[in-house]
């Protein structure tokens, strides 16, 4: 049997494309977080945003999240800028699966069981039995979200809470430390300049004597003795 190296040469690249993918949404993960925990206000008060974010981001309503997440916020006086971060949970990549989750936990739920069945090619009537079941697919997706939301919501607090809280400990105890030290500096100085010797009266005259004051007088005699002899080196 032939081998074909055509298929190792596009295994190696398929491979390179999903390690880029897969840093590039690492790093913007990271990011991400840093910016969240970056967040200035009350810890609780952002914790609060932010599960409430998680919250509205499984529920039924993706391309309106972001607006209820920031307007609940700001009822609340909780942070509104954590609260538009976590809504980013349900994204186009995440979407399908959260949503297929949600509905299947909600459909369970209400007794419908799985009515939505899709197989085959989409059609029109295909399309009517979307229309005539949309009721019953929100409902689905709508407590799905609730009994998902709410735990995942609970436990982002908590994640996020300790996450603000530890930042702005850390930050509160480097500004405390930089403080220190510019008083540090400040003493040494000081001290430094309280433990030179006084120079004595004695010393004083004596430095007067090596080195007297230059009057203005005697400024001008001097002038003119170096113009007197230069007039003479040109002679």
């Excluded at 949404?25 to 991400?32: E, G, I, N, Q, S």
């Excluded at 003493?187 to 005259?205: C, F, I, N, Y």
Aim: glycine share 6%; charged share 20%; aromatic share 14%.
């Amino acid at each position: 049997m032939p081998l074909n190296i055509g298929i190792f040469f596009q295994y190696d690249q398929d491979v390179r494309i999903n390690d880029r993918v897969f840093y590039f949404m690492v790093k913007r993960v990271r990011k991400l977080y840093e910016r969240f925990i970056q967040i200035r206000g009350n810890p609780k008060e952002i914790a609060l945003g932010f599960a409430l974010g998680l919250f509205i981001g499984f529920s039924p309503t993706m391309g309106l999240q972001i607006a209820l997440a920031v307007f609940f916020a700001s009822i609340f006086k909780w942070n509104k800028y954590a609260a538009a971060i976590a809504v980013w949970i349900t994204n186009p990549l995440t979407a399908p699966f959260i949503y297929s989750f949600t509905y299947v936990i909600g459909a369970k739920l209400i007794g419908t069981g799985n009515s939505l069945n899709l197989a085959g090619n989409f059609d029109w009537n295909m399309l009517l039995q979307l229309i005539e079941k949309s009721p019953a697919i929100f409902i689905s997706l709508f407590v799905g979200g609730v009994v998902v939301g709410l735990p995942i919501a609970l436990f982002g607090y908590y994640l996020s809470f300790n996450a603000v809280e530890r930042y702005q400990k850390n930050l509160k105890e480097k500004l405390r430390l930089q403080k220190e030290k510019l008083k540090l500096k400040v003493l040494k100085k000081k001290l430094v300049e309280q433990t030179k010797p006084p120079v004595s009266h004695k010393k004083k005259h004596l430095l007067s004597k090596l080195h007297p004051p230059v009057t203005p007088y005697v400024k001008t005699i001097n002038l003119s003795n170096e113009i007197n002899s230069d007039r003479a080196a040109n002679r």
